[in-house]
Protein backbone atom coordinates (compact mmCIF):
# COMPACT_ATOMS: atom_id res chain seq x y z
CA UNK A 1 0.00 0.00 0.00
CA UNK A 2 1.20 3.60 -0.48
CA UNK A 3 0.63 6.16 2.03
CA UNK A 4 0.56 9.53 0.62
CA UNK A 5 0.03 13.32 2.70
CA UNK A 6 -1.75 15.80 0.45
CA UNK A 7 -2.72 19.54 1.35
CA UNK A 8 -6.01 19.99 0.21
CA UNK A 9 -8.81 19.28 1.80
CA UNK A 10 -11.08 17.83 -1.09
CA UNK A 11 -11.08 14.87 -3.38
CA UNK A 12 -10.59 14.02 -6.98
CA UNK A 13 -12.58 11.60 -8.84
CA UNK A 14 -10.08 8.64 -8.29
CA UNK A 15 -10.93 8.30 -4.93
CA UNK A 16 -13.33 5.36 -4.06
CA UNK A 17 -13.74 5.90 -0.87
CA UNK A 18 -13.49 9.06 1.23
CA UNK A 19 -13.21 8.35 5.05
CA UNK A 20 -14.00 11.86 7.74
CA UNK A 21 -12.52 10.99 11.37
CA UNK A 22 -14.61 12.77 13.66
CA UNK A 23 -14.41 13.49 17.16
CA UNK A 24 -17.52 13.81 19.37
CA UNK A 25 -20.26 15.61 18.69
CA UNK A 26 -22.44 17.42 20.60
CA UNK A 27 -25.89 17.42 18.46
CA UNK A 28 -27.59 19.86 20.30
CA UNK A 29 -25.52 23.30 19.65
CA UNK A 30 -24.17 21.58 16.61
CA UNK A 31 -23.84 23.45 13.35
CA UNK A 32 -22.52 22.05 10.33
CA UNK A 33 -18.58 22.90 9.63
CA UNK A 34 -18.02 24.66 7.10
CA UNK A 35 -15.52 22.70 6.02
CA UNK A 36 -18.22 19.81 5.62
CA UNK A 37 -20.27 21.79 3.42
CA UNK A 38 -19.14 20.57 -0.03
CA UNK A 39 -19.09 16.81 1.82
CA UNK A 40 -22.32 17.25 2.70
CA UNK A 41 -23.31 18.37 -0.55
CA UNK A 42 -22.32 15.53 -2.52
CA UNK A 43 -24.56 13.17 -0.17
CA UNK A 44 -27.24 15.34 -0.48
CA UNK A 45 -27.42 16.77 2.56
CA UNK A 46 -27.30 13.35 4.45
CA UNK A 47 -24.22 14.45 6.57
CA UNK A 48 -26.47 16.84 8.24
CA UNK A 49 -29.44 14.39 8.69
CA UNK A 50 -27.43 11.54 10.45
CA UNK A 51 -26.29 13.98 13.34
CA UNK A 52 -29.22 15.58 13.60
CA UNK A 53 -31.33 12.49 13.73
CA UNK A 54 -28.41 11.45 16.02
CA UNK A 55 -27.70 7.95 13.85
CA UNK A 56 -23.70 9.39 14.04
CA UNK A 57 -22.09 11.41 17.25
CA UNK A 58 -18.74 10.31 16.69
CA UNK A 59 -18.17 7.88 19.15
CA UNK A 60 -15.49 5.99 19.48
CA UNK A 61 -15.50 3.08 17.15
CA UNK A 62 -18.91 4.18 15.61
CA UNK A 63 -18.80 4.16 11.65
CA UNK A 64 -21.59 5.30 8.87
CA UNK A 65 -21.91 4.89 5.24
CA UNK A 66 -23.27 7.38 2.91
CA UNK A 67 -23.60 7.02 -0.60
CA UNK A 68 -22.68 10.83 -2.98
CA UNK A 69 -25.54 11.96 -5.31
CA UNK A 70 -25.29 11.43 -8.90
CA UNK A 71 -22.61 12.32 -10.98
CA UNK A 72 -20.57 13.60 -7.90
CA UNK A 73 -17.38 11.89 -6.39
CA UNK A 74 -16.38 9.61 -4.32
CA UNK A 75 -19.38 7.45 -4.60
CA UNK A 76 -18.58 6.47 -1.12
CA UNK A 77 -17.91 8.64 2.10
CA UNK A 78 -17.51 6.96 5.44
CA UNK A 79 -18.15 8.86 8.70
CA UNK A 80 -15.26 7.48 11.49
CA UNK A 81 -16.11 7.98 15.38
CA UNK A 82 -12.91 8.74 17.36
CA UNK A 83 -14.63 9.57 20.50
CA UNK A 84 -14.07 12.77 22.54
CA UNK A 85 -11.56 15.30 21.60
CA UNK A 86 -9.49 15.71 25.13
CA UNK A 87 -8.70 12.11 25.15
CA UNK A 88 -7.92 11.49 21.36
CA UNK A 89 -4.47 11.51 20.31
CA UNK A 90 -2.19 9.01 18.44
CA UNK A 91 -3.41 5.60 19.50
CA UNK A 92 -7.19 6.50 18.19
CA UNK A 93 -6.11 7.75 15.22
CA UNK A 94 -3.78 4.84 14.07
CA UNK A 95 -7.21 2.83 15.56
CA UNK A 96 -9.32 4.42 13.36
CA UNK A 97 -7.44 4.68 9.78
CA UNK A 98 -6.66 0.55 10.34
CA UNK A 99 -10.62 0.47 10.57
CA UNK A 100 -10.88 2.63 7.33
CA UNK A 101 -8.68 -0.07 5.33
CA UNK A 102 -10.09 -3.16 6.82
CA UNK A 103 -13.97 -1.14 5.29
CA UNK A 104 -12.07 -0.34 2.08
CA UNK A 105 -11.15 -3.81 1.78
CA UNK A 106 -14.58 -5.38 2.69
CA UNK A 107 -15.29 -2.94 -0.21
CA UNK A 108 -12.84 -3.64 -2.60
CA UNK A 109 -12.02 0.19 -2.63
CA UNK A 110 -8.65 0.58 -3.84
CA UNK A 111 -8.01 4.16 -3.43
CA UNK A 112 -8.64 5.79 0.07
CA UNK A 113 -8.07 9.48 1.14
CA UNK A 114 -8.62 10.41 4.69
CA UNK A 115 -9.70 13.70 5.95
CA UNK A 116 -8.48 13.50 9.63
CA UNK A 117 -10.11 15.93 12.39
CA UNK A 118 -9.76 19.93 12.34
CA UNK A 119 -8.02 19.79 15.83
CA UNK A 120 -4.73 21.15 15.10
CA UNK A 121 -3.19 19.10 17.67
CA UNK A 122 -4.53 16.06 15.90
CA UNK A 123 -2.04 17.05 12.63
CA UNK A 124 0.98 16.74 14.85
CA UNK A 125 4.12 14.81 13.45
CA UNK A 126 2.89 11.83 16.42
CA UNK A 127 -0.83 11.68 14.99
CA UNK A 128 0.53 11.75 11.73
CA UNK A 129 3.21 9.05 12.48
CA UNK A 130 0.23 6.69 14.21
CA UNK A 131 -2.18 7.49 11.11
CA UNK A 132 0.42 6.00 8.33
CA UNK A 133 0.99 2.94 10.84
CA UNK A 134 -2.46 2.48 11.47
CA UNK A 135 -2.75 2.28 7.65
CA UNK A 136 -0.26 -0.06 7.03
CA UNK A 137 -1.19 -2.48 10.06
CA UNK A 138 -4.70 -2.33 8.93
CA UNK A 139 -3.63 -3.95 5.35
CA UNK A 140 -1.73 -6.33 6.93
CA UNK A 141 -2.66 -10.23 5.75
CA UNK A 142 -1.19 -13.34 6.00
CA UNK A 143 -2.82 -15.54 3.36
CA UNK A 144 0.72 -16.91 1.95
CA UNK A 145 -0.32 -20.53 2.59
CA UNK A 146 -3.90 -19.98 0.92
CA UNK A 147 -4.36 -20.84 -2.60
CA UNK A 148 -8.15 -19.64 -3.22
CA UNK A 149 -7.99 -17.42 -6.15
CA UNK A 150 -10.70 -14.80 -4.39
CA UNK A 151 -8.79 -13.00 -1.86
CA UNK A 152 -9.40 -9.41 -1.16
CA UNK A 153 -8.47 -6.91 -3.10
CA UNK A 154 -5.95 -4.90 -0.79
CA UNK A 155 -5.94 -1.26 -0.67
CA UNK A 156 -3.33 0.53 -3.29
CA UNK A 157 -3.41 3.80 -1.61
CA UNK A 158 -4.34 6.22 1.65
CA UNK A 159 -4.03 9.53 1.35
CA UNK A 160 -4.38 11.99 4.44
CA UNK A 161 -5.42 15.43 3.63
CA UNK A 162 -4.37 18.10 5.84
CA UNK A 163 -5.29 21.54 5.87
CA UNK A 164 -2.76 23.31 8.84
CA UNK A 165 0.05 21.31 8.96
CA UNK A 166 3.02 22.09 7.26
CA UNK A 167 3.49 19.31 4.03
CA UNK A 168 7.17 18.33 4.65
CA UNK A 169 7.31 17.93 8.13
CA UNK A 170 4.19 16.18 8.10
CA UNK A 171 5.66 13.47 5.23
CA UNK A 172 8.91 13.21 7.26
CA UNK A 173 6.23 12.14 10.10
CA UNK A 174 4.06 9.73 8.27
CA UNK A 175 7.23 8.24 6.00
CA UNK A 176 8.50 7.32 9.70
CA UNK A 177 5.06 5.72 10.46
CA UNK A 178 5.51 3.32 7.28
CA UNK A 179 8.60 2.38 8.20
CA UNK A 180 7.96 1.27 11.26
CA UNK A 181 4.82 0.00 11.03
CA UNK A 182 5.99 -2.27 7.72
CA UNK A 183 9.02 -3.50 9.88
CA UNK A 184 6.25 -4.80 12.28
CA UNK A 185 4.74 -6.32 9.56
CA UNK A 186 8.00 -8.20 8.83
CA UNK A 187 8.19 -9.20 12.71
CA UNK A 188 4.45 -10.58 12.30
CA UNK A 189 5.43 -12.51 9.09
CA UNK A 190 8.41 -13.81 10.24
CA UNK A 191 6.62 -15.00 13.46
CA UNK A 192 3.37 -16.04 11.17
CA UNK A 193 5.24 -18.24 9.15
CA UNK A 194 4.89 -22.34 9.72
CA UNK A 195 7.80 -23.72 11.39
CA UNK A 196 8.43 -26.45 8.36
CA UNK A 197 9.55 -23.31 6.37
CA UNK A 198 10.69 -20.55 8.78
CA UNK A 199 13.49 -22.96 10.92
CA UNK A 200 16.97 -21.41 12.07
CA UNK A 201 18.48 -21.24 9.25
CA UNK A 202 15.68 -20.06 6.48
CA UNK A 203 15.15 -17.12 9.69
CA UNK A 204 19.10 -16.39 9.28
CA UNK A 205 18.42 -15.97 5.52
CA UNK A 206 15.51 -13.69 5.87
CA UNK A 207 17.58 -11.83 8.35
CA UNK A 208 20.06 -11.52 6.07
CA UNK A 209 18.14 -10.53 2.85
CA UNK A 210 16.44 -7.71 4.98
CA UNK A 211 20.35 -6.68 5.85
CA UNK A 212 20.98 -6.28 2.21
CA UNK A 213 17.90 -4.42 1.32
CA UNK A 214 18.24 -2.25 3.91
CA UNK A 215 23.04 -1.74 4.33
CA UNK A 216 23.00 -3.35 7.66
CA UNK A 217 26.26 -5.08 8.62
CA UNK A 218 25.24 -8.92 8.87
CA UNK A 219 26.90 -11.90 10.83
CA UNK A 220 25.86 -15.20 10.53
CA UNK A 221 27.53 -18.09 13.04
CA UNK A 222 26.41 -21.46 12.02
CA UNK A 223 27.03 -24.61 14.17
CA UNK A 224 30.78 -24.85 14.05
CA UNK A 225 31.18 -20.66 14.74
CA UNK A 226 28.94 -21.37 17.29
CA UNK A 227 30.98 -24.72 18.91
CA UNK A 228 33.85 -21.54 18.71
CA UNK A 229 32.60 -19.37 20.74
CA UNK A 230 31.15 -22.02 23.60
CA UNK A 231 27.94 -21.45 23.74
CA UNK A 232 26.97 -24.60 24.99
CA UNK A 233 23.91 -23.59 27.10
CA UNK A 234 22.64 -22.71 23.29
CA UNK A 235 23.97 -25.80 21.67
CA UNK A 236 22.61 -27.88 24.24
CA UNK A 237 19.21 -26.68 23.41
CA UNK A 238 19.84 -26.74 19.24
CA UNK A 239 21.02 -30.64 20.39
CA UNK A 240 17.99 -32.50 19.54
CA UNK A 241 17.07 -31.10 16.51
CA UNK A 242 18.25 -31.99 12.91
CA UNK A 243 18.00 -28.13 12.17
CA UNK A 244 21.11 -26.57 13.01
CA UNK A 245 21.35 -23.42 15.22
CA UNK A 246 22.36 -20.53 13.99
CA UNK A 247 23.52 -16.68 16.01
CA UNK A 248 22.23 -13.70 13.76
CA UNK A 249 23.84 -10.35 14.26
CA UNK A 250 22.79 -7.37 12.72
CA UNK A 251 24.53 -4.16 13.17
CA UNK A 252 23.73 -0.55 12.27
CA UNK A 253 26.16 2.47 12.60
CA UNK A 254 28.72 -0.59 12.81
CA UNK A 255 32.41 1.41 14.17
CA UNK A 256 35.57 0.83 12.16
CA UNK A 257 36.58 -2.56 12.56
CA UNK A 258 38.60 -3.42 15.59
CA UNK A 259 37.04 -0.09 17.10
CA UNK A 260 34.53 0.89 19.65
CA UNK A 261 31.65 2.89 18.06
CA UNK A 262 32.24 6.94 19.63
CA UNK A 263 28.18 6.47 19.72
CA UNK A 264 25.95 5.11 22.08
CA UNK A 265 25.65 1.36 21.73
CA UNK A 266 22.22 -0.29 22.05
CA UNK A 267 22.10 -4.34 22.25
CA UNK A 268 18.55 -5.63 21.22
CA UNK A 269 18.80 -10.03 22.07
CA UNK A 270 15.70 -11.81 20.70
CA UNK A 271 14.75 -15.33 21.46
CA UNK A 272 14.65 -17.35 18.20
CA UNK A 273 13.13 -20.61 19.23
CA UNK A 274 11.34 -21.64 15.52
CA UNK A 275 9.65 -24.12 17.32
CA UNK A 276 9.30 -25.32 21.17
CA UNK A 277 8.12 -28.71 21.61
CA UNK A 278 9.48 -28.36 25.08
CA UNK A 279 11.72 -30.99 24.02
CA UNK A 280 12.09 -34.39 26.41
CA UNK A 281 10.26 -32.45 28.87
CA UNK A 282 7.69 -32.46 26.52
CA UNK A 283 4.73 -29.95 26.38
CA UNK A 284 0.95 -31.34 25.74
CA UNK A 285 -0.63 -30.98 22.56
CA UNK A 286 -2.86 -28.71 22.92
CA UNK A 287 0.13 -26.50 24.25
CA UNK A 288 2.40 -26.72 21.53
CA UNK A 289 -0.24 -25.14 18.77
CA UNK A 290 1.34 -21.75 18.65
CA UNK A 291 4.46 -22.95 19.98
CA UNK A 292 5.84 -21.50 16.37
CA UNK A 293 5.27 -17.81 17.44
CA UNK A 294 8.08 -18.90 19.90
CA UNK A 295 10.74 -16.88 17.75
CA UNK A 296 9.04 -13.68 18.03
CA UNK A 297 11.15 -11.86 20.40
CA UNK A 298 13.58 -12.47 17.64
CA UNK A 299 11.41 -11.81 14.85
CA UNK A 300 10.56 -8.13 16.43
CA UNK A 301 14.47 -7.69 17.09
CA UNK A 302 14.72 -8.13 13.51
CA UNK A 303 12.08 -5.72 12.77
CA UNK A 304 13.30 -3.32 14.87
CA UNK A 305 16.48 -2.95 13.17
CA UNK A 306 14.93 -3.06 9.92
CA UNK A 307 12.84 0.09 10.93
CA UNK A 308 16.38 1.63 12.58
CA UNK A 309 17.99 1.63 9.01
CA UNK A 310 16.09 2.86 7.26
CA UNK A 311 14.91 5.86 10.05
CA UNK A 312 19.11 6.21 10.07
CA UNK A 313 18.96 6.58 13.93
CA UNK A 314 22.02 8.50 14.97
CA UNK A 315 23.12 5.60 17.67
CA UNK A 316 24.84 2.12 17.31
CA UNK A 317 22.63 -0.50 17.25
CA UNK A 318 22.93 -4.25 17.24
CA UNK A 319 20.49 -6.86 17.03
CA UNK A 320 21.46 -10.44 17.89
CA UNK A 321 18.87 -13.60 17.90
CA UNK A 322 19.61 -16.66 19.14
CA UNK A 323 17.81 -19.40 16.40
CA UNK A 324 17.33 -22.41 17.34
CA UNK A 325 14.54 -25.23 17.38
CA UNK A 326 13.47 -27.51 20.68
CA UNK A 327 13.11 -30.89 19.81
CA UNK A 328 12.74 -34.36 21.93
CA UNK A 329 15.14 -37.49 20.27
CA UNK A 330 17.50 -39.70 21.01
CA UNK A 331 20.55 -36.85 20.37
CA UNK A 332 18.24 -34.25 22.62
CA UNK A 333 19.80 -32.47 25.79
CA UNK A 334 18.08 -33.92 29.05
CA UNK A 335 16.90 -33.22 32.41
CA UNK A 336 19.81 -33.52 34.97
CA UNK A 337 22.28 -32.66 32.16
CA UNK A 338 24.64 -29.71 33.56
CA UNK A 339 25.70 -28.02 30.51
CA UNK A 340 28.96 -25.31 30.32
CA UNK A 341 27.44 -21.41 28.85
CA UNK A 342 29.60 -18.99 26.54
CA UNK A 343 30.36 -17.46 29.73
CA UNK A 344 32.06 -19.91 31.25
CA UNK A 345 29.31 -20.33 34.38
CA UNK A 346 27.70 -23.84 34.45
CA UNK A 347 24.23 -24.73 34.61
CA UNK A 348 22.46 -27.71 35.88
CA UNK A 349 18.99 -28.60 33.50
CA UNK A 350 15.92 -28.97 35.42
CA UNK A 351 13.50 -29.10 32.28
CA UNK A 352 14.33 -29.02 28.52
CA UNK A 353 10.88 -26.77 28.12
CA UNK A 354 12.63 -23.64 29.72
CA UNK A 355 15.04 -23.77 26.71
CA UNK A 356 14.72 -20.07 26.08
CA UNK A 357 16.21 -18.93 28.68
CA UNK A 358 19.66 -21.03 28.15
CA UNK A 359 19.41 -19.19 24.67
CA UNK A 360 19.51 -16.00 25.96
CA UNK A 361 22.15 -16.30 28.60
CA UNK A 362 24.48 -17.04 25.68
CA UNK A 363 23.20 -14.67 23.58
CA UNK A 364 23.33 -11.88 26.19
CA UNK A 365 26.93 -12.81 27.13
CA UNK A 366 28.19 -12.60 23.45
CA UNK A 367 26.46 -9.41 23.29
CA UNK A 368 27.76 -7.69 26.56
CA UNK A 369 31.60 -8.97 25.88
CA UNK A 370 31.69 -8.30 22.01
CA UNK A 371 29.94 -5.39 21.71
CA UNK A 372 30.35 -3.56 25.44
CA UNK A 373 27.17 -2.14 25.06
CA UNK A 374 25.57 1.00 27.09
CA UNK A 375 22.71 -0.80 27.64
CA UNK A 376 20.86 -4.57 26.70
CA UNK A 377 17.60 -4.76 26.27
CA UNK A 378 16.26 -8.88 25.43
CA UNK A 379 12.84 -9.94 24.25
CA UNK A 380 11.74 -13.12 24.49
CA UNK A 381 8.37 -15.26 24.89
CA UNK A 382 10.17 -16.58 27.86
CA UNK A 383 7.44 -17.99 30.35
CA UNK A 384 3.47 -18.86 30.73
CA UNK A 385 3.98 -17.95 34.17
CA UNK A 386 4.07 -14.11 32.33
CA UNK A 387 0.80 -15.25 30.49
CA UNK A 388 -0.60 -15.73 34.15
CA UNK A 389 0.69 -13.61 35.83
CA UNK A 390 0.01 -10.34 32.84
CA UNK A 391 -2.45 -11.65 30.86
CA UNK A 392 -2.33 -10.51 26.94
CA UNK A 393 -3.00 -6.64 27.92
CA UNK A 394 0.83 -6.14 28.53
CA UNK A 395 4.17 -7.06 28.46
CA UNK A 396 6.46 -7.93 31.24
CA UNK A 397 10.21 -5.50 32.34
CA UNK A 398 12.06 -6.60 34.27
CA UNK A 399 15.90 -4.84 34.49
CA UNK A 400 18.76 -4.02 36.63
CA UNK A 401 18.33 -0.72 36.39
CA UNK A 402 15.33 1.90 37.31
CA UNK A 403 15.83 4.40 34.33
CA UNK A 404 15.91 1.26 31.87
CA UNK A 405 12.71 -0.26 32.96
CA UNK A 406 10.89 3.27 33.25
CA UNK A 407 11.76 4.77 29.39
CA UNK A 408 10.74 1.26 28.15
CA UNK A 409 7.51 1.81 30.03
CA UNK A 410 7.08 5.78 28.80
CA UNK A 411 7.99 4.46 25.35
CA UNK A 412 5.51 1.63 24.82
CA UNK A 413 2.92 4.08 26.57
CA UNK A 414 3.10 6.78 23.62
CA UNK A 415 3.19 4.12 20.89
CA UNK A 416 0.52 1.63 22.58
CA UNK A 417 2.64 -1.68 23.86
CA UNK A 418 2.39 -1.46 27.37
CA UNK A 419 4.96 -2.92 29.55
CA UNK A 420 4.37 -4.21 33.46
CA UNK A 421 7.73 -3.99 35.91
CA UNK A 422 8.04 -7.11 38.15
CA UNK A 423 10.71 -7.15 40.70
CA UNK A 424 13.83 -8.66 40.48
CA UNK A 425 15.56 -9.23 43.69
CA UNK A 426 18.42 -10.88 45.65
CA UNK A 427 15.69 -13.00 47.07
CA UNK A 428 15.03 -14.60 43.71
CA UNK A 429 18.38 -14.65 42.89
CA UNK A 430 19.03 -16.73 45.84
CA UNK A 431 16.41 -19.75 44.59
CA UNK A 432 18.14 -20.85 41.28
CA UNK A 433 21.29 -21.82 43.38
CA UNK A 434 22.80 -25.49 42.46
CA UNK A 435 24.38 -27.86 44.47
CA UNK A 436 26.08 -29.39 41.42
CA UNK A 437 26.47 -26.51 39.26
CA UNK A 438 26.94 -22.50 39.30
CA UNK A 439 23.40 -22.14 39.07
CA UNK A 440 19.68 -24.07 38.55
CA UNK A 441 18.42 -23.08 35.11
CA UNK A 442 14.67 -23.20 36.57
CA UNK A 443 13.42 -22.62 39.71
CA UNK A 444 9.69 -23.38 41.29
CA UNK A 445 6.43 -23.12 40.89
CA UNK A 446 6.52 -19.82 42.49
CA UNK A 447 7.24 -16.18 40.48
CA UNK A 448 8.21 -18.42 37.11
CA UNK A 449 8.59 -15.03 35.41
CA UNK A 450 10.75 -13.76 37.76
CA UNK A 451 12.78 -16.79 38.80
CA UNK A 452 13.41 -16.60 34.48
CA UNK A 453 14.76 -12.90 34.68
CA UNK A 454 16.95 -13.83 37.47
CA UNK A 455 18.51 -16.76 35.60
CA UNK A 456 19.28 -14.20 33.06
CA UNK A 457 20.72 -11.73 35.48
CA UNK A 458 23.84 -13.98 35.65
CA UNK A 459 24.97 -13.13 31.95
CA UNK A 460 24.59 -9.66 32.15
CA UNK A 461 27.14 -8.68 34.48
CA UNK A 462 26.96 -5.24 35.34
CA UNK A 463 25.50 -3.35 32.25
CA UNK A 464 22.34 -1.70 32.12
CA UNK A 465 19.57 -4.52 31.16
CA UNK A 466 16.40 -5.07 30.91
CA UNK A 467 14.29 -8.29 30.40
CA UNK A 468 10.70 -8.05 27.83
CA UNK A 469 8.27 -11.12 28.52
CA UNK A 470 6.43 -11.03 25.54
CA UNK A 471 4.98 -14.09 25.82
CA UNK A 472 1.04 -12.85 26.63
CA UNK A 473 1.54 -10.39 23.29
CA UNK A 474 3.71 -11.89 20.86
CA UNK A 475 0.55 -13.35 18.90
CA UNK A 476 -3.50 -12.96 19.43
CA UNK A 477 -6.26 -15.20 18.78
CA UNK A 478 -8.63 -12.53 18.98
CA UNK A 479 -8.42 -10.04 16.00
CA UNK A 480 -9.30 -6.27 16.83
CA UNK A 481 -8.56 -3.21 14.55
CA UNK A 482 -5.15 -2.96 12.77
CA UNK A 483 -4.44 -6.57 14.44
CA UNK A 484 -5.70 -9.97 12.82
CA UNK A 485 -5.40 -13.41 14.08
CA UNK A 486 -1.31 -14.37 14.85
CA UNK A 487 1.44 -12.53 15.27
CA UNK A 488 1.53 -8.87 16.46
CA UNK A 489 5.08 -7.59 16.15
CA UNK A 490 4.35 -6.60 19.96
CA UNK A 491 7.73 -4.11 20.46
CA UNK A 492 8.96 -2.71 17.39
CA UNK A 493 7.11 0.17 17.99
CA UNK A 494 8.39 1.18 21.27
CA UNK A 495 11.79 -0.37 20.65
CA UNK A 496 12.20 2.18 17.88
CA UNK A 497 10.58 5.10 20.03
CA UNK A 498 12.91 4.42 22.87
CA UNK A 499 15.90 4.27 20.40
CA UNK A 500 15.13 7.31 18.50
CA UNK A 501 15.32 9.30 21.83
CA UNK A 502 18.03 7.91 23.33
CA UNK A 503 19.93 9.62 25.81
CA UNK A 504 23.09 8.42 28.21
CA UNK A 505 21.45 6.30 31.42
N1 LIG B 1 7.98 -20.72 25.09
C1 LIG B 1 7.62 -21.09 26.39
C2 LIG B 1 6.84 -20.01 27.13
C3 LIG B 1 5.44 -19.72 26.61
C4 LIG B 1 4.36 -20.39 27.13
C5 LIG B 1 5.24 -18.75 25.67
C6 LIG B 1 3.09 -20.10 26.67
C7 LIG B 1 3.96 -18.47 25.21
C8 LIG B 1 2.88 -19.14 25.71
C9 LIG B 1 8.85 -21.40 27.22
O1 LIG B 1 9.92 -21.92 26.52
C10 LIG B 1 8.46 -22.41 28.24
O2 LIG B 1 8.09 -23.48 27.85
N2 LIG B 1 8.57 -22.06 29.51
C11 LIG B 1 8.21 -22.94 30.56
C12 LIG B 1 9.23 -22.78 31.65
C13 LIG B 1 9.11 -23.80 32.77
C14 LIG B 1 9.42 -25.18 32.26
C15 LIG B 1 10.04 -23.41 33.88
C16 LIG B 1 6.82 -22.56 31.06
O3 LIG B 1 6.51 -21.36 31.10
O4 LIG B 1 6.04 -23.45 31.37
MN1 LIG C 1 9.81 -24.03 26.30
ZN1 LIG D 1 10.00 -21.50 24.54
Given at each position: MQVSVEKRASVNSETDLFAVLTTS?????WRLPPRWAEIDDWVDGNLRRVVDLGDFSGKAGQTVRLYSKD????KRIILVGIGNSKEVGPKELRNACSRVIEEATKLESRRVAILPPLERRLSSSACLQAMSEGFILGGYRYDQYQTAKDKPKLVAHAAILIETANLRTARRASGAGIAIAESQNLARDLSNQPPCDLNPVTLAEAAKEMAKATGLRCKIEDLQGLKKLKMGAMLAVAQGSSNPPRLITLEHNPPKPGQKSRRPTVCLIGKGVTFDSGGLSLKPSGSM???????SGGATVIGAMRACALLRLPIHVVGIVGAVENMPSGTAYRPDDVVTSASGKTIEIGNTDAEGRLVLADALHYARTTFEPDALIDLATLTGACVIALGKWCAGVLANNEALASRIQVAGETTSERFWQLPLWEDHRKFIKSHIADVKQVGGREAGTITAAAFLSHFVGDTPWAHLDIAGVANTDQASSGQPR??????VRALIELLQNWKKL
Open positions: INSENGTFPVTMKHDMGATGFG
